[in-house]
């Protein structure tokens, strides 16, 4: 009798799905926040490279070092008023001309990301929440 009850026991497959859920759920879910964090952080990487590169296409214009960084900040805190993961306050923007070749400057664009939402997700290893992007023009052309 005993024996049979067992057997009947090994068997049995109820509860089967809810027991491999239990398994696999938690490892699946820390997989999409991963992803979503990851994402996330890509499009404020994406965005602090491409407002570096724009803010020195609008700083090209300016005639002296500090004319192209008022030109540069006034571009970067209009163009990320509306971004919805980019702190405009967090951005800390710096041109230089560059000392190596006297035609050309830098605008560097660099960014605290640890406000963003991902930090707080449970998530694998995440980046480094200093995020920097920069481009170099040259003045007047080829």
């Known amino acids: 009798m005993k024996k049979a009850v067992f057997r009947n026991f090994l068997h049995r497959t109820n509860g089967a ?23 996330i952080y890509l499009g404020a990487v994406h965005s602090v490279q491409q407002v570096s590169a724009d803010a020195a296409r609008a700083a090209v214009a300016g005639l002296s070092q500090a004319e192209r960084q008022t030109l540069a900040r006034d571009y970067i805190q209009r163009s990320l008023m509306r971004h919805p993961f980019i702190d ?4 800390k923007v710096d041109v ?27 998530t694998y290893a995440m980046p480094d929440s200093e995020i920097s992007g920069f481009s170099t023009i040259r003045i007047g052309g080829l």
């Open 17 to 39: 799905a809810a027991l491999e859920f239990a398994i696999i759920a938690p490892v699946f879910f820390m997989t999409v926040f991963s992803m979503i964090a990851y994402g």
């Open 96 to 122: 230089a001309d560059d000392s190596a070749n006297p035609n050309q400057f830098t605008v560097s664009v660099s960014y605290d990301a640890s406000h963003l939402p991902i930090w707080s997700l449970y």
């Open 88 to 91: 405009a306050h967090q951005v």
